[in-house]
């Protein structure tokens, strides 16, 4: 078995409205997140962020701003044996990605079933993920028209 790597990127989409992309797990249910993904083995976070980008939403990622923030956090049971067996927390990397208001998204269907554009602070309550939320916050400006928070 090839184990993942416990290192990974989150990715914040926003727009001109203020609004910040966020997608719904196949598995589990009901799990809302930005984009994000696991750095396969070699590969930066820089360029595991580019790939998500195209693989979880077609996007390009002209214009990703790495944030040079990082959060460790605890790799939860029911992802736990993706890993390896001495690994016990995950190293996430920060970006994000302003795009023009009624940009076209195409979810992968295998990892997602919907997606939804959500005013920043109503974005941040649906996240499942604490670190998630934090980005968001932190990372998103208020209301229509800005892009950098």
């Known amino acids: 078995m090839v184990f993942k790597r416990p290192e990974s990127v989150l990715v914040v989409v926003h727009d001109d409205a203020g609004r910040v992309l966020l997608l719904r797990r196949r598995t589990p249910a009901d799990f809302w997140q ?3 993904g696991s750095l396969e083995w070699g590969e930066s976070p820089v ?4 790939r998500e980008l195209e693989e979880e939403t077609g996007l390009s990622a002209d214009g990703l701003v790495n944030l040079h923030r990082q959060v460790r956090f ?3 049971p029911p992802w736990r044996e993706r890993y390896p067996p001495d690994a016990h927390e995950n190293l996430e ?3 994000t990605l302003w795009v023009p208001e009624g940009v076209t998204v195409r979810i992968s269907p295998h990892e997602h079933v919907e997606y939804r554009w959500l005013p920043r602070d109503e974005a941040a309550r649906w996240v499942t993920s604490w670190t998630n939320a934090e980005a968001i916050l932190d990372h998103v400006p208020k209301g229509p028209g800005a892009r950098d928070a």
Not at 47 to 50: G, I, P, S
């Open 34 to 36: 930005s984009v994000t």
């Open 47 to 50: 360029q595991a962020a580019r």
């Open 74 to 76: 605890p790799i939860v």
């Open 93 to 95: 990397h920060h970006f």
